[in-house]
């Protein structure tokens, strides 16, 4: 039975990461997956996370199941961390949370709950959007659709064709909006936009679906929720798909939540009821150590401090690296414009790249980017700089 099965392509980026990790050049430069990497080009263990380990590794009892929606503790901090402390759909127990595998795993509860209850329901993806978007609503069986984000000759948001998109969508579908730091784009809306994109969702019975994988990358870990603020208004509903791969670098731990605001906290329980069903039916119950990790962390004020600390680290170094490339750019001589980068923010940047240049970068000089010219910024060091600058030279003057 198994012997017609057709080689699927390899995943479009993490495949790169498997290219990679075969790459016998010394000189070689993972710029594809979306992995911070420190001043030396290391992925680290936050010291953070490693004082918390070690005190869970000191006081933990059992390894008896978590509950199907994970951790009660995890979901507490995962609320607090999301809205603020005290916020109104928190103290009205509108909001329910499960701790799932990741932000991915997150978004496969989501598409899963919205098959099985709102059979019908489209969801709407920016374009351009993270390329396992599609998949995971697909595989659902959730139908996706797009509307227009990216205006690519003013490397900004096309936020007037969005709007108007937005106005056309029917009522009763779900609208996928990045949180903050765009993936692939690099690309926010203002605060102004999104109240617009608020109370156009609001207006036209749309259910926003917030795609939150990188808190604290932008500006700041209260600064980046001003979308998730504008969306979880008094009486309005909110689903978010949030991770704790990238801001506290537990990537491989797979630890993400899914939150629900529902209009009331009655409301709120029956739908947790139906996600625990759609997560009995997938992997049963979370892993739990990366939530303890994160769970002891916001417990903790003092973890909590050097944890944010170490947040405003990684994200200085990634605007750091947006400056000397732009900068670095320039020294070199090439004329295109690429001033644009240092305005994006979070780990990427549409570089702008063709298809044809992003082939040249990986097979003359093994630097790997996404095929859309997405450019992990994060990956950048200043050791590699001189070296990624003067091959994506060559490139752009071939
Ligand atoms: C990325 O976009 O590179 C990250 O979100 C990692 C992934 O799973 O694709």
Redesign the pocket.
Known sequence: MLETIQAAPPDA??GLTEAFKQDANPAKMNL???VYKDAAGKTPVLASVKEAEKRILADEESKSYLPINGSPAFGAATQELLFGPGHEVVVSGRAVTAQTPGG?GALRVAADFIAQLMPGARVWLSDPT?P?HPQVFGRAGVETRTYPYFDAAANGVAFAAMLAALREIPAGDVVLLHGCCH?PTGVDLSPDQWTQVADVIRAQGLLPLLDF?YQGFAEGLYEDAVGLRALAQPGRELLIASSYSKNFGLYNERVGAFTVVAPSADAAQAVLSQVKKCIRANYSNPPAHGGAIVTAILADPELRSQWEEEVATMRDRINAMRDLFVETLNEMGVEQDFSFIARQRGMFSFSGLTPDQVAALRDDYSIYVVGSGRI?VAGMTEENMNYLCGAIADVLAR
């Open positions: 980026i993490l594809g997956v979306g991915t993270w396992n993936n994988a992990n």
